[in-house]
């Protein structure tokens, strides 16, 4: 069963309001709490789009990035990265790695959904 | 650099009110000649130095001013600071400073030091802010925790028709953020506390080294005491590490082993030997020669039987803090255990007349080089001195640490010297001693003598990291030691030309710079330009 997004954070608090407004906005999402589980997820649930936390436990977000663009099946996976503010060097490797879209905590809830509607290539909420 | 030891000259002669042809008569030597040393044109050094203090009625120590000399290098090494730079005053300012108002001078070099040390620091800590884990880790905490309140306060905001359960939950979740965030804030001030605490003593290592400027690296209390610990020693057999365990044993119970496995101390930190106070037992590692277990068996019986004497020396306020009387503690037990294995008097007789040959003396006592090395540069007891020797110890990566001065020469006191000085080039011929006349650009010049070596490895695979450790005399000393046989010391082109350090050293015209000079009054040369010449 595909869904829509999945999220990669291990954080429980920020994770719990990152599937409330997705949710709420009207996606199906499904959560993941360490960088090992991910690859695995996502083939699994085949989403349309993967938000990654940079800093995760066992397998950090780069290293996660990096695996699923060498991955036959993942690669064309779009990923939006979550960084944290002033750490300018993760969002180069992330580029770099080839992420799609980059949101920087602590951000606003309508950054995170702008930036996912805008990477499901669906039309941005008035 | 020199100590305006001319100057000295002609003001005490001055105010005996003799004449330079009267002195010069009384010296034995030619007015003319007396004009250039008391204008600072000519070197003066051992006997003719000797009889002008005779004549002046002076002590040998007060005519070269060894303080004085100290004190113009730290003042000098202030007016080179980029910061005073640009008002132009140059070493000659720094000497005349020093002359006219000692006291003064001695605040700005105070005030100087303060301030390159609180530079350090701020450096120190924007690396830390930089690299430091912790602070990392709390950062990431901060971040993840305000993003988490800061989201969820927006749902409780945003959504008007939120569940009561959902509600709830965000609410929770934003209180038990906000706790944890009050956690990480006290955490970070405890961090900032504590590190302050630590730097509030100001740098230890420094407060030592007054310590031993201050003492001329000559601590007449602690020779003395050597005297009657060796004489204990001694009761138990012929001088030596068999003396030594037996005293060890009969005198504190303590006992000696050995072991194949490093040795590490109550911080994990790993060495050849270690002290169990508890057990009271002595451990080596297999590896360690007979010369460090000699003298570390000295420095354990010093200790343990003269525990006060060192407490009382490092009792003075020129030490601050825990740290700095720590390492004061540790360095003079050291010296002490130096003074036990090397008496003071039977060593400058051997030295004298073995023209102190190092090697020679390891073999009569059993130490190694930079025992004998470091010994030798406190043959300074005003009653019995022998020749005046600078000592200096590098790592391989080129920083300097530790180091003792000589009247006159500028022993950098941190960071790295000159890459020409032979202590770098002994890296390249361990455990062979190497040999080096030096000619600095004001014209003096010196014998250095350096040997790089490194403890024995203990297991394939055991990193040996080499010490390079120098001694320096003024060539007038030179030949007194062995090291001058077949060289012409009369013969300047043979000299290495030296300086103290690239930012402290005027010549334009060496290949081997790797820095700017910070000389103030001094034309500047960059170093590294674009070969075609551009207005930078």
């Known amino acids: 069963m595909a869904i829509d997004v999945l999220i990669a954070e291990d954080e429980p608090s920020i994770l719990e309001s990152l599937a409330f407004i997705l949710k709420r906005a009207g996606w199906t999402i499904e959560a993941v709490t360490d960088g090992d589980a991910v690859l695995d997820a996502a083939r699994r649930l085949r989403p349309r789009l993967l938000v990654l936390d940079v800093m995760l436990p066992r397998r950090s977000g780069f290293e996660v990035l990096k695996a699923i663009r060498s991955d036959r099946m993942l690669s064309g996976l779009s990923v939006l990265i979550l960084t944290a503010k002033g750490q300018q060097q993760d969002r180069r490797t992330a580029e770099e790695l080839g992420a799609d879209g980059f949101v920087t905590k602590p951000y606003a809830n309508a950054e995170v959904v702008d930036a996912v509607r805008r990477l499901l290539g669906e039309a941005l909420a008035q | ?536």
Request: hydrophobic share 45%; charged share 25%; aromatic share 8%.
């Open chain 2, 1 to 536: 650099m020199r100590a305006p030891i001319g100057i000295r000259i002609s003001s005490r002669r001055k105010a005996l009110g003799r004449s330079q042809a009267a002195l010069a008569r009384a010296v034995g030597i030619s007015p003319s000649y007396l004009n250039l040393i008391e204008r600072n044109k000519r070197d003066v050094g051992g006997a003719v130095l000797l009889r002008i203090a005779a004549a002046l009625g002076l002590d040998i120590g007060e005519l070269t001013g060894e303080a004085e000399h100290r004190l113009v290098a730290d003042v000098a090494e202030a007016f080179a600071d980029p910061v005073l730079a640009p008002l132009g005053f140059d070493g000659e300012a720094a000497r005349d400073l020093v002359a006219g108002n000692p006291a003064l001078a001695a605040a700005l070099a105070r005030l100087h030091r303060a301030y390159a040390e609180s530079r350090n620091e701020r450096d120190a800590y924007a690396d830390r802010l930089r690299t430091d884990p912790l602070l990392r880790e709390m950062l990431h905490q901060v971040l993840s925790g305000i993003t988490a309140v800061r989201s969820g306060a927006e749902i409780l905001a945003d959504v008007p028709d939120i569940g009561e359960d959902d509600r709830r939950r965000f609410v929770n979740s934003i209180g038990s953020e906000a706790r944890m965030l009050t956690g990480v804030a006290r955490n970070l001030l405890g961090h900032f506390e504590s590190e302050a605490a630590v730097r509030r003593a100001g740098s230890p290592a420094r407060e030592l080294d007054d310590l031993i400027f201050e003492n001329d690296n000559y601590f007449a209390g602690l020779e003395a005491v050597a005297i009657s610990l060796r004489r204990e020693v001694e009761a138990f057999g012929p001088f030596g590490e068999a003396a030594l365990v037996e005293a060890l044993a009969r005198r504190f119970a303590v006992t000696v082993g050995r072991s194949g496995d490093r040795q590490r101390d109550a911080f994990g930190f790993p060495g050849q030997y270690r002290y169990d106070a508890e057990t009271r037992t002595m451990w080596f590692e297999g590896s360690a020669i007979a010369a460090t277990r000699q003298f570390q068996l000295a420095r354990l019986y010093a200790e343990l039987a003269a525990g006060d004497a060192i407490a009382q020396e490092i009792d003075t306020p020129l030490l601050t803090g825990e740290a700095a009387r720590r390492l004061a503690f540790r360095a003079l037990g050291s010296y002490l255990a130096a003074a036990v294995v090397l008496p003071y008097e039977r060593f400058l007789a051997d030295a004298e007349t073995l023209h102190y040959d190092i090697e020679a003396l390891r073999q009569t006592y059993m130490a190694s080089f930079e025992q004998v090395a470091h010994r030798l540069a406190t043959l300074r007891c005003p009653d019995a001195r022998g020749i005046a020797f600078g000592f200096l110890r590098s790592d391989p990566a080129g920083r300097l640490t530790k180091h003792f001065p000589l009247p006159g020469l500028l022993l950098p006191t941190s960071g790295h010297a000159c890459p020409l000085w032979v202590i770098y080039e002994a890296f390249r011929q361990p455990e062979t001693l190497i040999r080096q006349l030096v000619r600095f650009a004001d014209g003096s010049r010196y014998l250095f003598l350096a040997r790089a070596g490194a403890r024995r490895s203990n297991a394939f695979g055991d990193r040996r990291v080499h010490t390079s450790v120098m001694l320096a005399c003024d060539l007038l000393d030179a030949d007194r030691t062995v090291y001058a046989r077949g060289l012409d010391l009369a013969a300047a082109e043979g000299d290495v030309p030296v300086g103290p350090a690239c930012r402290l050293c005027t010549r334009a015209d060496c290949a081997s710079r790797q820095e700017e000079a910070a000389l103030p009054g001094e034309a500047h040369f960059a170093v590294r330009a674009p070969l075609v010449p551009r207005s930078f």
